[in-house]
């Protein structure tokens, strides 16, 4: 087994995670094995392809965040080829689109976000090494400061379980497809309880792990800030305060370096208050 620490991002064919790649490489390209993942064998190779003319070298492996197998079948190949993880970002999510109704894409959009963190947080944690990083990408959304007040206790992350968390998102995804999320409470832009239940989540592992102080687990999500993907462009006018993937991937790289408690969610090194 090779000493190189492990580092793997999700959904890293293309937008933030591909950024996140090529600066992981860049920074630790000698002293570290960096695993572009993707949920499609010709997509994935392609980015591949796209860091091999850079002259960058990322390890390659299928993962689909709504597939347990796909995910088993990583974390074993992890097993057998390494120690296992030392920094994993979980970044990958579902696309949406104005074009399409949130009825139409409410059930992947959770699969993906929300499940998909529930999944990566389950299946990965074992195979984490001692002193790693789990970082999710989420967003400035997902804060209880941009929900109605009456729904905080769905997210009361110092009592709810990930069990729970599944639950409410399962919930909410009903009331999206009966279009009574709005009447529920909830506020008309899908992505801030995703987001919201993507930081639950993540907050509700880092209380977990509090149990396990001799793994010396570093734990946050992260706002990597407007980014200039095929994923937002089709939701902004104006894209000119956007950072490109790699301008991005800075500041979402820092926190590799930082003493902030576990838990919390990060934008531009500075940490986003969970409550109002
Ligand atoms: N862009 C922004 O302004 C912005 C702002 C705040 C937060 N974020 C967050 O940053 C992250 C990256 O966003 P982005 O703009 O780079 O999005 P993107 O360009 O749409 O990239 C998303 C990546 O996730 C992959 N993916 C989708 N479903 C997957 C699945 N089931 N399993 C594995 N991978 C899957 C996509 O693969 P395919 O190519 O196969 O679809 C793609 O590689 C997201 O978590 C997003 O919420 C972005």
Redesign the pocket.
Known sequence: MSSKKVMVV??????????LVRALLKAHGDDAIVYL????QE?GQQAVEQLNKEGLSPAFHL?????ED?IATFVDHIQETHDGIDVFI??????ISPDYSKAEQIEAFI???NH?THRLIQQVEPILNDDAHFI??????GSLRNLDEKLHPLFDVETKSLDDIDATMRDYTQLVLDQKDVDYGYPEWM?IPS?IGQVASNKIFAREMQQHPERNLHIHSV??????????RPWFDDMSN?QS?DA?SVDVLWVLETSIPNGELIQHRKVIEWQP
Request: net charge neutral; hydrophobic share 35%; proline share 4%.
């Open positions: 999700t959904g890293s064919n293309t937008g933030l995670g591909l950024g993942t993707a949920r499609s997509r993962l689909d965040i709504t597939d796909s979980g970044n990958a999510a579902a696309r699969n993906t976000n998909g999710v990408v989420a967003s400035s959304f992505n987001k706002c990597p800030g407007l980014v200039d993907t095929d994923a937002s956007a993937p991005a």
